[in-house]
Each structure stands twice: as C-alpha cells, then as structure tokens.
C-alpha cells in the first residue's frame, strides 16, 4: 500500500527568503509524484509532477521540487518566497506499477510567508 | 478551476435530508472523482468513475450514492445515512485513468447540516 507524509503542519518563511515544504512517501513501484495548492475556500491547482526522468521536476508560479530516490522524498521548493505564495499546499502520491491503486493526498502544510 | 464547476457553492442541510451536490466538466475527461476535505485530514476519497456509467467506491463512501450518465457530469448525493456530513466537497477530474495525469479540481462546495 502506498503513503504519504507532510511532516510539517505548518511552515513560516519570510518574504524573499527560500522555501521548503517537505513531503516523504512510500510505494511498493515507481512514485508517481505531485504537488497541488489550496487558497482559501478553493480547489486545489495543481504545480507539478514527477513521472520519470530529471530528479529536478519545476512547476508553475517558480516552485520546483526534487525528487529523491534515496530518501524517499519529494520537496517542494523556491527561491525567493512571496507573500502571495501563502496557502495550503498537498504533496500526493500514485503507485505507478499498480492501476488498481489511487491518488493518495497528505495532510496537507500550511505556508506562512511573512512581509 | 477552470472547466470544471461545482454548484451550489454553499449548501444547508437539515437532518434527515438527502441533497445531491452538482459537478460538471468541459474539459472532455474520461475520470472523475469526489473528495472530501476536513480540517488537518487532507483529502479523502469517496467515490470515483474512470468512465461511463462506471464508478467505484472510495475510501469513505459510506453515507454517499453517485451517478455517471453522461461524460460531463458527476453528482454526489450525501444521504441520511451520512452520520458526519459537514465538509468541504472537491470534485476532480483527469484525462484518463493513468496514473500520471494530474487532476484538475472544482471550486468546492461548503455543505453545512443543521
């Protein structure tokens, strides 16, 4: 079975200082990875998505994230943080050698960008 | 959200009533999905369709019925049965059943049982 972990409810950075959302998963064959944003009372978007290939997948609005086969994990980063990159932010997970298996979300990590 | 719209935005609910939420898409997708969004739990999945007049069961869909006729459309019904149904309600949709396309969600709708 696979899963997902955010371990961080919630994430403060100041305004123009880098970013790092962690996000750490398990599956039995190759990840299929993502990452989706929430802004209140909306849908997620989506960012970005690691299938195979490059370890260093980038997204919409100047978010990247790496893939990391090693450790298991799938950060989610960016340079210099906005104030409007304050969301909630979900990193999700698919097995991608079993068909049978679904989409499984995190918890989800709050991103505080402080002015 | 674009090409995919949820309707009503907010809904109340009185006990013991049944109400179905609306979900439609424009963007030609064979999948479609029905989440449920509760503070610090993340998405939960309820139901799921990879085409149509086919859908499976999710991880909680106790408590809830849906229907895939047409392509375009996904409704959920939240039932009586739902002993807890005041969420967040998140439709998506994806290109097809691969696992690597990413979903496109809805604006959501606030269901609210008094």
């Known amino acids: 079975a696979q899963s997902v972990a955010q371990p961080e409810d919630q994430v403060n950075v100041a305004e123009g200082n880098p970013l790092t959302v962690k996000c750490t998963y398990s599956v039995s064959g190759n990840p299929y990875l993502f990452w989706y944003v929430q802004y209140p009372n909306r849908g997620l978007q989506f960012l970005l998505k690691y299938i195979t290939g490059d370890n260093l997948v980038k997204g919409s609005y100047g978010f990247e994230a790496e893939f990391n086969k090693s450790q298991t994990s799938f950060h989610l980063k960016k340079p210099s943080a906005l104030v409007s990159d304050s969301a909630l932010y979900f990193c999700a997970v698919r097995d991608g050698g079993n068909r049978d298996d679904k989409i499984i979300f995190g918890k989800g990590t709050r991103l505080h960008i402080l002015p | 959200d674009g090409g995919i719209t949820q309707s009503p935005k907010y809904l109340f609910r009185k006990e013991g009533q049944n109400v179905t939420l609306s979900c439609e898409q424009n963007?030609?997708?064979?999948?479609m999905y029905w989440y449920r969004q509760d503070p610090g739990q993340g998405l939960r999945l309820i139901y799921y369709?990879?085409?149509?007049?086919?859908?499976q069961k999710g991880d909680i869909a106790e408590g809830y019925s849906v229907s895939r006729e047409k392509k375009e459309s996904f409704p959920l019904t939240v039932t009586s049965a739902q002993k807890n149904p005041t969420a967040f309600y998140l439709c998506?949709?994806?290109?097809?059943?691969?696992?690597?396309?990413?979903?496109?969600f809805g604006p959501g709708t606030r269901l609210t049982v008094l």
């Open positions: 963007l030609n997708h064979d999948a």
């Open positions: 369709s990879q085409i149509v007049n086919d859908f």
């Open positions: 998506a949709s994806s290109m097809g059943p691969l696992e690597h396309n990413e979903q496109f």
